[in-house]
């Protein structure tokens, strides 16, 4: 077995687990919850081996790199982190209907990595560096973070819309309280914004290392200040004006759209030093 079909068994566990915990809320059947969070174990354990293996099979070619250096090991990678984010979310909250806004992402992810090409390359000049394995890990654990908080909003929208329109859903009823959900909406993104603070700066020493300056206003490099401006923002409301509720659940929705674009978009959509990005 390769990475590659290793990588194939984790797509459809975590499809399979995202499943799972959608069944959990729509059919609120509790008893499907030890078997979807066994199922993500298992997906994330096997996405861990299916990276370990792509290393070790560059290494065999003569290469020998950290899998993270173009879109579809990026994938991978950003599946990995939702999974390992929602772990530890599942554990901090014992509450496995947060599996059902949270998981899909990760499903996605592999989904669309899925799509690429897989094939090992040796790597530019460029990314020849010790600073693209803590330059990714970091940008890439605070955007599985966002994902989440992002999950989280829509989870937080539709059990508000519950309340004010005053309706019976035993659906709903299920989703966890309001006050629970702000809280998991401001923690998570809290933690992702340290993350992604620590991954601009990690990029930052990378871009000196590599092209001789700390910040070029690249395309990658502007859509990533400006999404690190957009949660910096959020957070600060929060602290100084109270904010919460529907406005910070909204606010978590935007951000992550423009995680996407600063990820996946600008790769496609404006050329600039970060267009290997979109290769694989």
Not at 104 to 125: E, H
Not at 173 to 195: A, C, M, Q, R, Y
Request: charged share 10%; hydrophobic share 50%; proline share 2%.
């Amino acid at each position: 077995m390769n990475s590659s079909q290793l990588m194939g068994i984790t797509t459809f566990a975590y499809l399979f687990a995202a499943i799972l915990y959608i069944g959990i809320l729509v059919f609120q059947t509790k008893k499907l919850g030890f078997f979807a969070t066994l199922m993500t174990i298992g997906a994330f354990l096997a996405n861990t081996a299916g990276i370990g293996m792509r290393w070790y099979e560059s290494h065999q070619m003569g290469i020998g790199y950290a899998p993270l250096s173009n879109m579809y090991e990026s994938l991978v990678f950003f599946a990995w982190s939702i999974a390992i984010v929602y772990l530890g979310m599942e554990v901090r909250y014992k509450n496995r209907i947060l599996g059902a806004f949270s998981m899909p992402f990760a499903a996605l992810a592999m989904i669309l990595a899925g799509l690429k090409n897989p094939d090992i390359k040796p790597l530019i000049p460029a990314l020849q560096s010790n600073w693209l394995i803590a330059h990714v890990i970091t940008c890439f654990i605070g955007y599985a973070a966002f994902a989440v908080a992002s999950g989280m909003g829509i989870m937080y929208l539709l059990k508000d819309r519950k309340r004010q329109t005053d309706q019976t859903s035993s659906l709903l009823d299920s989703l966890p309280d309001l006050k629970t959900s702000d809280d998991i909406i401001h923690k998570t993104l809290v933690f992702g914004f340290l993350w992604l603070t620590a991954g601009i700066i990690t990029g930052a020493v990378w871009a000196n290392s590599a092209w001789g300056t700390y910040w070029s206003w690249d395309p990658k490099e502007t859509w990533s200040l400006i999404t690190w401006f957009v949660y910096a923002a959020t957070l600060h409301a929060r602290f100084t004006k109270g904010w919460g509720g529907r406005r910070i659940a909204w606010l978590a929705i935007i951000g992550f759209v423009s995680v996407i674009f600063t990820y996946y978009g600008v790769n496609y959509l404006l050329s600039g030093l970060h267009s290997y990005g979109g290769g694989g």
